[in-house]
């Protein structure tokens, strides 16, 4: 095994291809997935783990509250904009038109939104931050198996052998299946120019928003604000980190260099051009 033993942590639960957390997620409820009854007016936030998914969640809440930060008073972010896959029963409990996040791929998403039967934002981010982000939560995280070393981690992520499985397979599932109900969002554009990024997801949800919402939203979503906002930050959650605040742990494009071997860097180089082939994407690797 690539994971030490006995450090306490459970290890990952094989499920249809990709990995789940033992003991949180549970069989019957991922079964049931594919045919979960999708609302026309439902939006789903869709992602790989550490691709930018929370901050996307507060972005969403923003944008429907007018740019109004009290929407994120009272009650913790997760609750709002539930996990399919983690808490079907508070979605079942959200008024309309519903948030739902997901980190499913698209070939064990509900088969509704693989038909385009409602609207999708799919966040994306340049994997080699992903990795970065992933070994520093693998680390962080409670009910993660505690990776051993960023080289051993690195070869497990590659073989897809991680939470929620490929990251290869994930963009790709999500990446072919292009539909007008489908937006894409990078982080890396969400960290160059967050209004553009707000514009964007304005005109594909129908919201017309004002300049000074805009620049609301802006303000509330930042990495700052979500780290010392108790709504957004774990702090309130239950123990499920050594650290919860340490979630947000740098919030940037390009650290994957202060972790990356040039050997490492151009190792995972040749696998992404192998594995990317003809899916036109176009991450920033650095700002
Ligand atoms: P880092 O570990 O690189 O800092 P997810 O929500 O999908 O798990 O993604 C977590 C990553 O998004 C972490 O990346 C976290 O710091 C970053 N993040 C969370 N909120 C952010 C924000 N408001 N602005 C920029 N990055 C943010």
Redesign the pocket.
Known sequence: SNFNVGDGRPSLLPFRGIYVMQGIFKEETLMELEHFDVLHDDVFII????????????LMRLVYAEGDHKCLEGVASWEKTPWLELQKSKVLQLSRPRIITS?FPHRLAPHALQEGSAKVIY?A?NPK??I???Y??CKNALFMEMPKDFQSFLEVFIDGKVLMGSWFEHIQGWMECKHPQLLYVM?ED??KDLPAVVRRMCTFLGKTLTEVQIESVVKH???????NNPM?NFSKAEKLFEDNIK??????VG?WKNHFTVAQSEWFDAVYQERTVGLGLDFTWDL
């Open positions: 992602s790989y783990p550490k691709s930018g998914t929370n901050w996307m969640q507060v980190h966040v981010r931050d992903i970065v982000s992933l520093h939560f982080y969400m960290t979503s930042s990495f700052t604000a979500m780290k957004t979630f947000f742990r740098k919030g940037k650290d």
